[in-house]
């Protein structure tokens, strides 16, 4: 029992730790571009020593491909769940684009930089590429069209998704997610 409590202690110094780093990141990352910043200022700011950053990842690249590989997990859950929603009719899939957009509001911390210019272009194309290649919108396929209109229509939207997500974001989320959830499912519905 008493070596349990001990790990648990450790998981929760070592998440603590990860957490203070990456959130350490992105507030610099909202100040200066990613390239100017070191290890010794992000240690500065996350109040941790260098060792202690090493002993959890290689370089300051390895801490934000960590932080982008945990974004593009999450999305891919949310995804999946909204994909699920959408043949059960519009209702049921507003509810879930709101859900996803209630997260990028929870999450806006990591979002409005991750998805802003001072953030990764690769990271925004991978941001894309998740919501493309889980291409299940069954509005997609009811359009008698080639595959390959379909798909250009498909690219279309998801590409005008991101850009909405990424005005909305910068432009600080003054409309709510249920707003931006109908005017994407209708650009969606006008476009396939």
Not at 51 to 76: C, M, P
Not at 100 to 113: D, I, T
Not at 139 to 163: D, I, T
């Amino acid at each position: 029992m008493e070596g349990q409590n001990q790990n648990l202690n450790l998981n929760r110094k070592i998440q603590y730790t990860r957490m203070v780093l990456s959130d350490g990141l992105i507030e610099l990352m909202k100040a200066k571009p990613f390239e100017k910043i070191t290890v010794k200022e992000l240690c500065e700011r996350a109040n941790v020593n260098r060792s202690t950053f090493y002993t959890h990842y290689e370089d300051i690249y390895a801490l934000l491909r960590s932080i982008e590989e945990e974004t593009l997990a999450w999305e891919r859950g949310e995804m999946e769940t909204l994909l699920g929603k959408w043949e059960e009719g519009k209702r049921a899939t507003i509810r879930s684009l709101e859900r996803l957009f209630e997260c990028f509001v929870e999450n806006r911390k990591y979002l409005q930089v991750l998805m802003s210019e001072k953030g990764s272009i690769s990271f925004q194309k991978k941001f894309f590429f998740v919501a493309y290649q889980m291409n299940d919108f069954p509005a997609a396929q009811s359009r008698a069209a080639p595959p390959f209109e379909k798909e250009m229509r498909f690219l279309f939207v998801v590409n005008g998704g991101v850009g909405i997500v990424q005005h909305w974001l910068k432009t600080g989320m003054k409309e709510s997610p249920r707003a931006i959830a109908e005017i994407l499912y209708d650009i969606a519905l006008s476009v396939f």
